[in-house]
């Protein structure tokens, strides 16, 4: 092993990114190191990479939270995981584990969290850094290209539709058929929902239907798309999960909603929304947000993606391309998630 690596590195927000010789991080105690084979490309990748958050990253960094690859080395603590697994990193990298909110199953709230490819450096490079207490690890046999989208997308999608309290039988929305919202439409199927797409692009509801999606709206092409939404599910959603990265979506999908519904918001462009006080006090409505999920959450996700129910659509690209990835991102040009290759 060599002890320079190739890495995409942010440099600084208003510019691409670039690919540079990095020296291979040394694992600490709990840490492993693992080579990097595939990493999906999320668009919180875009939103640090362009420094759209209140929080912003500490410059330079290099993104990517959607890595899979094996472990070639481990810290003198490392029990967990073994040289030669497969193994992941996610947004949640590591937590305090001491905290009201890691002692009682939440540490995807704990205030000393660490995030891949945000505050830690993350898997757009040949070799990246775990902590092996937290680190997905991937189920036997599996395709790493195609469960790489599951590490995020896959984990987020999954417990948000846990919280919005629906049963089997129950309609869902997902709002927003990208990444994130073509996983959620087969996870929901899974887990016995009826489905309803939004998305402003005919493309991605096709990629909806195709996954299983019974209904379908292109928010852009209706008038009204929650009114629409309420006929089409005989009175509206029990619950609903806004991947959309737009702040129209959001009022939307609280305006397709049953009475007694869940919305949940996943999305996170730097935008607010009006809330209609009367309609949700009156009509008795939750909105909630939801932040990736734990690691309890993640085995249960990577669970379904070994049982054969969920098949992400993909696109394999070098990591050479990762600045053409992003701007297509950007551009909503993406069918389902880009996969880049980093070995
Ligand atoms: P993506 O770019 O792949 O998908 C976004 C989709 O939203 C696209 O299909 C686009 O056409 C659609 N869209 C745009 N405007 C819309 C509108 N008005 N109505 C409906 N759909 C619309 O992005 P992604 O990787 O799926 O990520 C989605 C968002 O989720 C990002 O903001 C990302 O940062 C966030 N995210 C949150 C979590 C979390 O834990 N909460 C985890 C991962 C990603
Ligand atoms: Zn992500
Ligand atoms: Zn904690």
Redesign the pocket.
């Given at each position: 092993m060599s002890d320079l690596m190739k890495a995409a590195v942010v440099e600084s927000f208003s510019q691409d990114l670039r690919i540079e010789k990095v020296p291979v991080p040394t694992p600490g105690p709990f840490e492993a190191l693992v080579r990097v084979e595939f990493s999906g490309v999320?668009?919180?990748d875009l939103?640090a990479a362009r420094g759209d958050w209140p929080v912003q990253p500490s410059l330079p960094f290099v993104p990517g939270h959607e890595g899979a690859g094996t472990v070639v080395a481990v810290g003198d603590r490392v029990t967990r995981v073994h040289v030669g697994q497969k193994v992941g990193n996610a947004?949640l990298a590591a937590a305090c584990g001491e905290c009201d909110f890691c002692e009682s199953g939440w540490e995807t709230l704990c205030p000393q969290q660490q995030n891949s490819g945000y505050s830690l450096n993350g898997s757009f490079g040949e070799f990246m850094l775990v902590d092996s207490r937290y680190c997905p690890i991937i189920p036997e046999g599996v395709d790493l290209a195609s469960v790489a989208p599951v590490l995020?997308?896959g984990v987020?999608v999954y417990k948000g539709l846990k919280r919005t309290d629906t049963k089997p039988g129950d309609w869902v929305l997902i709002?927003?058929?990208?990444?994130?919202?073509h996983i959620a439409v087969q996870y929901a199927v899974a887990m016995g929902r009826q489905v309803a797409a939004?998305?402003?692009?005919d493309a991605?509801l096709a990629l909806a239907q195709r996954h299983g999606a019974a209904v379908v709206v292109n928010?852009r092409e209706v008038s009204d798309p929650a009114a629409r939404l309420q006929e089409l599910t005989g009175g509206g959603v029990h619950g609903a999960l806004v991947?959309?990265?737009?702040g129209?979506?959001f009022p939307q999908a609280v305006g397709a909603l049953r009475r007694g519904g869940t919305v949940v918001l996943?999305?996170?462009?730097p935008e607010q929304f009006p809330l209609d006080i009367f309609t949700t006090v009156l009509f008795g409505l939750t909105v909630r947000g939801?932040?990736?999920g734990t690691r309890r959450d993640m085995a249960e996700a990577l669970d379904f993606f070994a049982r054969g129910k969920i098949h992400p659509t993909i696109t394999t690209r070098p990591l050479a391309d990762i600045n053409d990835v992003l701007h297509e991102?950007e551009e909503?040009r993406?069918d389902g998630r880009v996969v880049v290759r980093c070995d």
């Open positions: 999320c668009h919180t939103h947004w995020c997308a987020t709002s927003g058929i990208g990444g994130l919202g939004v998305d402003v692009d991605k928010a991947t959309a990265v737009n129209h979506a996943v999305g996170l462009p939801s932040i990736v991102l909503g993406v």
